[in-house]
């Protein structure tokens, strides 16, 4: 192939790249897709063409090998927009769609915040009323029902159930979890200090952990599903994020010397690489977290603004509770995204080792810190160690650093926040900024 040829295949890889930052499944590499590019070359090569031959040239991008060797790794994604989540090849669990916005939702399912009138007045409707539940930790009632075909906005759904706009209503949307670039294997490791000593108490929604894998060997974890009885919940993003909290090993070094890890599984298999949690199993997640007085609860997943999640966030918190988020794979120029993007939680964003900003990290003035979480060494699924990027990865150094310092300040959240914002080392524009945040939370050279 000439180099003309080259450059327009590093002009798709860079297009497919960013495509991929905005998808969640059924992955397919780039370098598998170039192969069957010929006719888009073509046609691409003679748009140049004939634009090369006017009086003012239009520049190709140039791509270096290190540049193009990155796009190649990263992975394009895609969902169908109907999809069957099943028990077994007898017995759907529920069924998810894609919405005109580009989130997922369980096919015509709400959830409603309801007192005892609204339950009344929704009974009297044309809807199917799934369950009712009390959660007394966030002290909510929830109520979850379907909807006929055809009713597909929240205005329309108030109206139809004579609810006014003071309703806290909402789809049961589903949320992702935030998985990065691909595994490396790993090397060597530069070992790091745990962030405390001490006995912490530490909570995270997340997938099912790896919990045979010798990293754990010895550790503190207590586990709960929260998915409909036969789903089953994978273990690969699980494992990685409470492997960088509490896992051990010749090249593993945990970010809490002793920690008692509650781990709240929400998410299900939507595909070989994606996984989704449905927001009533997270809001599940969350009052069985603050029964058991979890102080900080790490959330490293994102999905959109919901009245139901916000609304359940803000009774979390105010059970004297800390969330802490990722704040997203989807690139700097990403809507925000959600419970990261709350003002009541706390946002991480990515940096690697030498304090660069993880290219796909969000961007915006919810960021509130950044911390490493770049070709992180942590467990696999599978019994071994890896390297893996993303805000993810980044968010658990937030949530061990708030834990250890609330044990320190005798759960005053407002001393642990005060001095989480004094031990960030600024690194970008001067004071808090949509890149950083307040700064980067590194590991202490001595235990908090």
């Known amino acids: ?41 073509q046609r691409i090569e003679q748009t140049i063409e004939r634009a090369q031959r006017l009086p003012l040239p239009v520049p190709v991008p140039q791509v270096s090998i290190d540049e193009l060797k990155a796009k190649i790794s990263e992975p394009i994604s895609s969902l169908p927009n109907v999809l069957n989540i099943n028990i077994n090849s007898q017995n759907t669990a529920f069924v998810e769609v894609e919405l005109e916005n580009g989130f997922r939702a369980i096919e ?32 909510m009632s929830l109520v979850r029902f379907n909807v006929p075909q055809g009713v597909n906005s929240k205005s329309e759904l108030l109206k139809a159930l004579n609810l006014d706009e003071s309703a806290i209503l909402d789809r ?60 089953s919940s994978p273990n690969l993003h699980g494992t990685a994020i409470a492997g960088l909290i509490t896992g051990k090993g010749a090249k593993l070094n945990p970010l809490l010397g002793s920690a008692k890890l509650y781990s709240a599984e929400v998410f299900y298999r939507q595909s070989e690489y994606a996984q989704g ?15 058991n007085k979890i102080p900080v ?11 139901i999640l916000e609304a359940s966030i803000t009774a979390a918190i105010k059970q004297n509770g800390l969330i802490v988020a990722a704040a997203g794979n989807q690139g700097p120029a990403s809507q925000p995204l959600y419970p990261g993007a709350y003002k009541s939680v ?21 960021i509130d810190f950044t911390a490493l979480g770049v070709n992180v060494v942590t467990s696999q699924s599978n019994g071994k160690f890896s390297r893996e990027s993303g805000t993810s990865m980044a968010a658990p150094h937030v949530s061990v650093a708030l834990s250890c310092l609330l044990l320190k300040h ?39």
């Not at 915040?113 to 966030?138: D, E, P, R």
């Not at 530490?202 to 099912?208: E, H, L």
């Not at 609860?297 to 009245?307: E, K, V």
């Not at 005798?410 to 524009?429: C, F, I, P, Q, R």
């Open 172 to 231: 049961n949307h589903i949320y992702q979890a935030q998985t990065g670039e691909p595994s490396v294997k790993v090397t060597q490791n530069k070992p790091v200090a745990p962030y405390c000593t001490q006995s912490v108490k530490i909570g995270m929604i997340d997938s099912a952990i790896n919990t045979k894998h010798s990293a754990f060997k010895g550790a503190n974890i207590t586990t709960q599903s929260f998915l409909p009885k036969g789903l």
């Open 346 to 366: 706390i946002a991480v964003s990515a940096i690697d080792s030498k304090n660069h900003i993880y290219r796909w990290s969000n961007k915006g003035d919810y």
């Open 297 to 307: 609860i790490n959330m490293s997943l994102t999905g959109p603004n919901n009245a």
């Open 108 to 139: 015509r399912q709400w959830l409603l915040m309801a007192n005892s009138q609204q339950l009344n007045t929704l009974k009297q409707q044309n809807v199917t009323i799934v369950s009712v539940k009390n959660y007394n930790a966030l002290n």
């Open 410 to 448: 005798g759960n005053n959240k407002t001393k642990a926040l005060n001095e989480l914002t004094s031990l960030a080392v600024d690194l970008g524009e001067q004071g808090k900024d949509t890149t950083f945040g307040y700064g980067a939370i590194y590991p202490p050279k001595s235990a908090l």
């Open 277 to 291: 949690a449905t927001l009533f199993a997270i809001v599940e997640a969350l009052d069985w977290l603050v029964s």
């Open 1 to 41: 192939m000439n180099i003309k040829n080259t450059r327009v295949k590093h002009i798709i890889a860079a297009s497919l790249c960013i495509f991929s930052a905005t998808s969640s499944a059924n992955i397919v590499r780039v370098d598998q897709v170039l192969g069957q590019l010929s006719p888009i070359e």
